[in-house]
Each structure stands twice: as structure tokens, then as C-alpha cells.
């Protein structure tokens, strides 16, 4: 199963599942995001989306963390079973920023809505579709997202999460042409805030990423002024942020 916690001091969190966990999410994320053509409108939050996508890959590389976690079995209950063997599951891990976590968490349900669509046809409620209701890809997607609500449940205050829900989960977010550029600002600026007001400013990283406010927009209008004056896509303007070397997590 899945989960997610905070890394110490709330850069972001930490991502565990087994072999088994990962490699189904990798492969659900992949089927997902196949329905839209690269390139298209919806490439900025695609790419956003394959990033957690390389780490997932890269775990399962045995190129990120690994973390030994109880299963439960104590020495009584194996020897009641005739087990041989470890009371404890091997479990990948890899990081992800908050504000990173949050836009990709919002852009999953676009692109799941999209495919579920595009599956089932001409069907007025396509996510209620035979063809998608018990869907795989949909169904681990979605409960990748359900892991990361659980963790936001748990580490903002009660009176703020149906709040930050309803904002996450608006149908008037817009991923057209989205510039994720905004969101290495928000990245670098969360990287730089101490733990106390890391802790305190995820929901405002939620709010501003889902409201799309003025600073937003102005990034938006200078990362489309240059990809007109460039003759590319906005995906190939880079941020003028940088990110550290080093993140202290």
C-alpha cells in the first residue's frame, strides 16, 4: 500500500510502497497520460506528472531509499502460520516538494477525467462507465491521490482541509496551457522558508496553485511574451529561479 509522511522538516514528503506498489503505479500513470499527444496544450502538467514518474522508475532501480516496515507478523503469529522468515517488508521511497505534490495531485484528475472520457465514448458519465469503473489505471491513480489527501489531512489544520479539498478538486482550475514555470517559484520559495513556516504555508502553495491569482498570470503572460519571441513551445522557456543544491528536507 502506499503512503506518504512528511520529510522532517516539511519540504515535502516522502513517497513508500513496495515493488509491487510502484511498479503499478508507474505503469497507471504512463496509460493515463497516454491519451494526450506531447507537445499539446496539457504538456507542461504532463511533464510535471512524468517527473514523479522518473523517480518512481528510479526506485524501483533501487536508486532511492529503501525502508524496512513492520508487516505485522510478530514471532507467534509466524510460528502459528509456519512462516520462516521477516516480521518486517522492504519499501521503496522517494521525495517530492510539497508544492510540486499539490499541482500534480490537482493536474491527475484533468488527465484521468480526460482518458476516462476518451474510453468511454459518447457515455454521460464516463467515469461511471463500465468501461471505466473498475479501470486499474484510473482506480491506482486514484488511490495515489487518496494517499496524498490522507497525508494532507494529517498535517494541516482540521478547520483548513475541507477548504483546501474543494479548492484542489474545483471544476474551474484550468490546465490549458499551464505555466509550470510558477510552480519552480513556488518550489524555491517553499525551499527557502524555514520548517515552522513550511508547515504553516501548504495550504497557501494549494491556494495560490489552484486559484491561478495575479502573480500567476503575469508569470503566465512573460512565459508566453517569450515563447512567441522565441517561436517554441512554453515548455522550453526556463524558470529564472534556481534550485539548490541541496534541499533540507
Known sequence: ????????????????????????????????????EEGGPYEGARLRILGVC?????????????????NGLDRDKMRHLSIVGSDKNLYLSFKVLWPELLFVTIALNEFVKQYATN???SSYKPM?????????????VKGFQAAIAKCIEETIPATSYSRIMRLMNTNYFNLYNYA???????????????????????TIMAKRIAEQGQKYQKVKRDVMEAAREYQCSMTNINSLVEYPEVIDW
Open 1 to 36: 500500500m502506499i503512503y506518504l509522511k512528511n520529510t522532517p522538516n516539511y519540504a515535502g514528503v516522502t513517497v513508500y510502497g513496495d515493488y509491487l506498489d510502484f511498479d503499478q503505479l508507474y505503469e497507471a500513470l504512463h496509460t493515463i497520460l497516454r491519451e494526450n
Open 54 to 70: 522518473y523517480d518512481i522508475r528510479h526506485a524501483l532501480m533501487g536508486n532511492r531509499e529503501i525502508e524496512f516496515v513492520d
Open 119 to 121: 474510453q468511454a465514448k
Open 128 to 140: 461511471e462507465d463500465f468501461r471505466n469503473i473498475w479501470d486499474p489505471s484510473i482506480a491506482h
Open 180 to 202: 509550470t514555470q510558477y510552480l519552480d517559484e513556488l518550489n524555491c520559495k517553499f525551499i527557502d522558508m524555514d520548517k515552522t513556516k513550511r508547515q504553516k504555508n501548504i
